[in-house]
């Protein structure tokens, strides 16, 4: 690897959401996409009387592929009117506008922990670094870095306990809950009626009644459903931030390799998603390797 397109992971971590957001930014001014279509604001408004209605929680997840900086800020200000509105991932607008900033840590962090740890420790030495970090705070755990058969194998009751619940970010959202997450906390004793499922991948507001609209998964019928069951909450992002006329960009900014004093080693993620698997390709094959020894 050329070093001088590298640097200390503390410093290029915080790259990805910055990059992202002005790539897409940029690509809108670059193809003359630069009017937003002309009831951009009152769709917006329009999702978030729906999810108010419907008793939803929800947060702004919106910053890495929005269309602009400005249609970001103008969904915070509005959505700041419905008190199921938790905040924004956004440092920045949770900040300049007195909101709590909501997330999880990333895929980037355990991928990370796999150059050190190698696949099988790698999710839980990073929940032990998270969790001691911030002493409990920001306690969700991201369940899909290595798939989710694979992360609650490691998952253990000390864990579960701990962690104030889990976070959605890939595959069928209702397979998810029902055959991984809920099956896992009855088996490990504990009532799920008091952890947060945070559900992050594809989002979109419609009325309750429609499940998927344009391929997305709507999430006001995932609360719904789920609401007796857990504490579900919408981490809801390109929905809400580029929904102005134009395609939101499918880009993502993943790790491949890490040198934290070995020498570089690869690395890699499995979605819950078949086949969208992202990082070096050997790396894949070894955290295959693992998967189907543990899980099959």
């Known amino acids: 690897m050329d070093k001088r397109q590298a640097g200390p992971w503390y410093r290029t971590i915080f790259w990805e959401v910055k990059l992202m957001a002005v790539i897409s930014e940029l690509y809108y001014m670059m193809v003359g996409d630069t009017i937003p279509s002309h009831n951009w604001v009152g769709k917006m408004v329009k999702k978030g009387e729906i999810l108010e209605e419907a008793g939803c929680r929800w947060i702004d997840f919106g910053t890495r592929r929005r269309y602009s900086r400005y249609v ?30 909501h997330g999880t840590y990333a895929h980037e962090c355990i991928m990370a922990m796999m150059a050190i740890y190698g696949v099988k420790m790698a999710d839980k030495e990073w929940r032990k670094i998270w969790a001691e970090h ?9 369940t ?12 253990n009751r000390y864990d579960a306990h701990l962690y104030d ?30 952890k947060r499922l945070v559900f992050s991948d594809n989002l979109c507001v419609a009325p309750a009644d429609q499940i998927k609209v344009e391929n997305k ?15 579900p909450v919408g981490g809801i992002g390109t929905h809400f931030t580029n929904d102005v006329g134009y395609t939101p960009l499918n880009m993502v900014i993943k790790m491949v390799s890490a040198d934290f004093g ?14 969208k698997h992202t990082g070096n390709i050997g790396a894949i094959a070894e955290i295959k390797r693992d998967i189907m020894y543990e899980c099959n």
């Open 72 to 101: 970001q800020e103008t969904l915070v200000r509005a959505m700041m009117k419905y008190k199921g509105f938790l905040g924004t991932s956004n440092v920045h607008l949770a900040h300049k506008y007195g909101l709590t900033a």
């Open 134 to 142: 911030f002493e409990g705070d920001v306690g969700i755990a991201l």
């Open 144 to 155: 899909d870095t290595f798939t989710t058969d694979f992360f609650l194998k490691h998952f």
């Open 165 to 194: 619940g889990l976070r959605q970010d890939s595959g069928d959202p209702y397979e998810w809950v029902e055959n991984k997450v809920l099956p896992y906390y009855k088996k490990a004793r504990i009532n799920p009626i008091g």
């Open 217 to 231: 998964y709507n999430y006001v019928a995932i609360d719904l459903k789920y609401r007796n069951m857990a504490i």
């Open 262 to 275: 070995f020498g570089y080693r690869n690395v890699a993620k499995l979605s819950d998603d078949k086949g």
